[in-house]
T-cell receptor
Framework: DADVTQTPRNRITKTGKRIMLECSQT?????MYWYRQDPGLGLRLIYY???????NKGEISDGYSVSRQAQAKFSLSLESAIPNQTALYFC?????????????FGPGTRLTVL | AQKITQTQPGMFVQEKEAVTLDCTYD???????LFWYKQPSSGEMIFLIY??????QNATEGRYSLNFQKARKSANLVISASQLGDSAMYFC?????????????FGKGTLLTVNP
């Protein structure tokens, strides 16, 4: 079984709808991240969480919110989706004690906002 | 500000040949880490190799090696004996010490095509 899972894998929604993307991990890592990937722009950090009570904005957090329900679960919400939020979204995890910040990625969620 | 630059939007290589993907970085930090990730057409991000800024030897993982030239601030990925399955997007990324040590900064990627 995959260590980092994301649901759904694909989603098509309409402008103005609220949508939640979910991420679960079995790696036992304390840190979790949400990124979005747009063609030609690489990956950009939306939010990150060092533990259940520590959530921080990344470089492009506007229009998004997150919830860390447990150490293993980190969800991303789009309160009112807009077309320019169409992208590939990745959840990632890492463990703080190694100092390397090696991040392990989920399979991605392809989101289309019409 | 920290920055990763991948100057090759696309690269072509013949099967069984070696290929080098370029990555340069800009930072004033002394302690940092360099990563390469592979993204096949299926979309997942696969970790390939890691190099710490204080590591004296270049990192190697199977057919992957990282040519780390600290003075030039470059961290090129070398893939030996290319295979058709190596066709993918490759991203260089960097992590930093101190207050921003949570963050991975990614380059924009290089699309590698392996020809038979």
């Amino acid at each position: 079984d995959a260590d980092v899972t994301q649901t759904p894998r694909n989603r098509i929604t309409k402008t103005g709808k609220r949508i939640m993307l979910e991420c679960s991990q079995t790696k036992g890592h304390d840190r979790m991240y949400w990124y979005r990937q747009d063609p030609g722009l690489g990956l950009r950090l939306i939010y990150y969480s060092f533990d259940v009570k520590d959530i921080n904005k990344g470089e492009i957090s506007d229009g998004y919110s997150v919830s860390r329900q447990a150490q293993a679960k980190f969800s991303l919400s789009l309160e009112s989706a807009i077309p320019n939020q169409t992208a590939l979204y990745f959840c990632a995890t890492s463990e703080s004690w190694t100092g390397r910040n090696e991040q392990f990625f989920g399979p991605g969620t392809r989101l289309t906002v019409l | 500000a920290q920055k990763i630059t991948q100057t090759q939007p696309g690269m072509f290589v013949q099967e069984k040949e070696a290929v080098t993907l370029d990555c340069t970085y800009d930072t004033s930090d002394q302690s940092y880490g360099l990563f390469w990730y592979k993204q096949p057409s299926s979309g997942e991000m696969i970790f390939l190799i890691y190099q710490g800024s204080y590591d004296e030897q270049n990192a190697t993982e199977g057919r992957y090696s990282l040519n780390f030239q600290k003075a030039r601030k470059s961290a090129n990925l070398v893939i030996s004996a290319s295979q058709l399955g190596d066709s993918a997007m490759y991203f260089c990324a960097m992590s930093f010490s101190g207050g921003s040590n949570y963050k991975l900064t990614f380059g924009k990627g290089t699309l590698l095509t392996v020809n038979p």
